[in-house]
């Protein structure tokens, strides 16, 4: 990891590809053609090659896991993963099965020949793979500090949210092989498999893990969002712990291999999101050693079971048990962190914002819900939202995508009596039909001077199916130069174009959302100049087909 933050990555990846070639190279020089086994004399050299190879790997991945952010964009990086662990998956199977039979019908110097030739042409790739600037920090920017794993334990220590990942990280793959142990339990003592039997046995239902595993990542792939990676992810946690239970409980091997799939498939979901999250939250020169500290502690606690697994005396009649201890330790993490992350968020009472974050999930899911430019809307202090009105769906959507709580300005005669314990949590600022203007805008001015965001819709009313700008009322305007906010434009497409307001929120579709630059009016413009500006600027967001 230390090496992947100093070094560039790329060349890094083809050296440790590459080098796997070399020392394959020479390993190959340790098997006699036609030998039935190695020399006795020559084991200490065929410990030291797979001691080299896995240092190299152990290289590779955190390095590999640091890049790719350099290589796609923050939108793409969920289903980049996905595509990493699904090629993986799918490479462990054929290598798995390829490698076997090459070495039993053919010879272990052909495998080791196509091996070398693997490694040495995948390193290739990376020479020319594009990436963005790798941010690096040299050693004399900075005084001596104490060794990369400390610092990056330190970091962690300090940064809550990435030590979390990695900790849950650490717990999955650590379980994993509990699960692959248990796979092989269940098969010998609840399916009643033995001999070349039980090995084929074990091999198909480690197979159906992995197709499911599989099966993760093109989904994730097709959904192709990182939105809401925390919540998607805890949800598959919970789902595979769940089926962890069921597995632990199953009496047919068929049934069996169907839980198998889905414990992989989740289980594989969730890791992508814990990726992506790891990724995004870690800045890029700590990258490589955050991963790497994450690999290396991984490593350790897979080590470790795998050895106490060996070491019990009747592991088989443990592995049962162990399985549901497992799946009760991930659900119950599953479950924690779900409740944490329902209810945090921009509303005032810990259950108000459960309603936020169903909203979130409803307007990314149903109407496939994308933005850009958020980063123009401050994280603090009073702003002005101003957008096109397309559907009555938009403040919804709008409020989906901003981590703070939006004061609408909306007319009193849609405060329907029905909906109060809504209008209680995002608190609105009514406003009458045709009232005067600064008397009806005055409660969005004092919430404007409380620091807060007020949201608007200048044309007054929604386009619905006809999208063509409607004339702005002079409120937005009157807003901005006697509070002196900034006000961001904001533009939305892709909204449902029907006339009934119930299916604008039924039907689906594919919403886009625009944030532009903040600007803050001239005071010495009239108000009819400052909406000739907001609209000007709208307009200028709207995407050129």
């Known amino acids: 990891g230390w090496l992947a933050d100093r070094l560039s990555r790329k060349w890094l990846l083809l050296t440790c590809d590459e ?5 394959l190279l020479l390993a190959l020089t340790l098997v006699p053609a036609g030998a039935a ?5 020559q084991h200490w050299k065929l410990y030291a090659v797979v001691a080299s190879v896995g240092l190299l790997a152990a290289v590779f991945s955190p390095t590999k896991l640091a890049t790719v952010p350099l290589v796609v964009q923050t939108e793409q990086l969920q289903a980049a993963n996905a595509v990493v662990l699904g090629a993986a998956v799918i490479a462990s199977m054929i290598g798995l099965w390829a490698g076997g039979w090459l070495i039993k019908e053919q010879s272990l110097r052909l495998c080791l020949a196509i091996a070398i030739a693997s490694f040495a042409v995948s390193g290739t790739f990376f020479a020319f793979m594009k990436t963005r600037p790798q941010h690096l920090r040299r050693s004399s920017e900075q005084p001596p500090r104490p060794s990369p794993t400390i610092r990056a334990l330190r970091y962690l220590r300090t940064h809550r949210r990435i030590a979390e990942l990695v900790a849950l990280n650490v717990l999955w793959w650590a379980g994993a092989y509990v699960f692959l142990a248990a796979i092989a339990a269940l098969c010998k003592d609840r399916f009643g498999f033995a001999g070349p039997q039980l090995t084929y046995r074990i091999a198909v239902m480690s197979m159906w893990v992995g197709l499911g595993m599989l099966a993760g990542s093109l989904a994730v792939v097709w959904t192709n969002s990182r939105r809401e990676s925390a919540w998607v992810g805890l949800l598959a946690l919970l789902a595979s712990a769940l089926l962890m239970l069921a597995l632990a409980a199953c009496r047919s091997y068929r049934v069996g291999l169907a839980l198998a799939f889905g414990a992989g498939l989740f289980g594989n979901l969730a890791m992508i999101c814990v990726a992506t999250l790891s990724q995004v939250l870690t800045p890029d020169f700590m ?21 106490t697994i060996w070491m019990m005396p009747q592991a088989d009649g443990w592995m049962i048990p162990a399985l549901v201890t497992l799946a009760l330790v991930l659900g119950a993490v599953a479950l924690m962190g779900l409740w944490l992350q329902m209810t945090i968020g921009p509303l005032a009472k810990r259950h108000w914002n459960a309603l936020w974050r169903l909203c979130r999930a409803y307007a ?27 559907t009555g769906l938009d403040p919804l959507l709008i409020q989906a995508a901003i981590p703070r709580l939006i004061r609408w300005v909306m ?16 608190q609105p600022i009514a406003v009458e039909q045709g009232g005067g203007d600064f008397v009806q805008l005055r409660q969005a001015l004092r919430a404007l001077r409380a620091g807060q965001i007020v949201g608007i819709f200048p044309e007054g009313g929604a386009q619905r199916q006809h999208r063509e700008l409607q004339p702005f009322q002079p409120g937005v305007a009157l807003l901005a130069r006697r509070s002196g906010a900034p006000i961001v434009p904001v533009w939305i497409q892709g909204t449902p174009r029907v006339r009934h307001m119930f299916w604008h929120f ?7 959302m625009i944030f532009g630059p903040p600007f803050k009016p001239d005071p010495a413009l009239s108000n009819q100049q400052v909406i000739d500006v907001l609209r000007q600027r ?7 087909a």
């Open 411 to 426: 007319l009193r005669e849609y405060r329907f009596p029905l909906l109060q314990p809504l209008w209680d949590a995002i």
């Open 538 to 544: 709208l307009l200028a967001l709207q995407p050129q």
């Open 19 to 23: 080098g796997r070639a070399v020392v």
């Open 287 to 307: 990258r490589g050693r955050v991963f790497g500290c994450r690999e290396m502690l991984s490593t350790a606690s897979a080590a470790a079971v795998n050895l």
């Open 37 to 41: 086994a190695i020399p006795t004399e």
């Open 506 to 512: 039924a039907k689906p579709s594919r919403t886009r």
């Open 364 to 390: 990314l899911a149903w109407h496939r819900l994308r933005w850009t430019g958020r980063h123009h809307v401050p994280i603090r202090g009073a702003v002005i939202l101003a957008a096109n009105h397309t």
